[in-house]
Nanobody, 121 residues
Framework: QLQAFGGGLVQAGGSLRLSCIAS????????MGWFRQTPGKEHEFVAAITSGAITLYEASVKGRFTISRDNAKKTVSLQMNSLKPEDTADYYC?????????????????WGRGTLVTVSS
């Protein structure tokens, strides 16, 4: 089970930190990802991190967002800086048990509920 929190309303240029707590038998070996979704659109990849802390970012957030994980706390976080109105979306954390990191939502097996991020201009 995944629970994401930390969303909210922020002005353009501001920052937010999203966190996701995973409960269950495994976490340490899982690949964790963040996706976002706006109404009428598919899930868009944002960032992912492997158990060994290898990271992957979507081009539009690289340099502004940072994904991290704490295996002891079974938590994955997304630090979002220099937010833009186009970052407005529901943000979801997800678990992949594939062997390699991926941007494809179909490679993620478990999904949490979204947390809404709204960036005002």
């Amino acid at each position: 089970q995944l629970q994401a929190f930390g969303g909210g309303l922020v002005q353009a240029g501001g920052s937010l930190r999203l966190s996701c707590i995973a409960s269950g038998r495994t976490f340490r070996s899982d690949i964790m990802g963040w996706f976002r979704q706006t109404p009428g659109k598919e899930h868009e990849f944002v960032a992912a991190i492997t158990s060994g802390a290898i990271t992957l970012y979507e081009a539009s957030v690289k340099g502004r967002f940072t994904i991290s994980r704490d295996n002891a706390k079974k938590t994955v976080s997304l630090q979002m800086n220099s937010l833009k109105p186009e970052d407005t979306a529901d943000y979801y954390c997800a678990v992949s048990r594939k062997l390699s990191i991926s941007k494809s939502s179909s490679d993620y097996n478990f999904w949490g509920r979204g947390t809404l991020v709204t960036v005002s201009s």
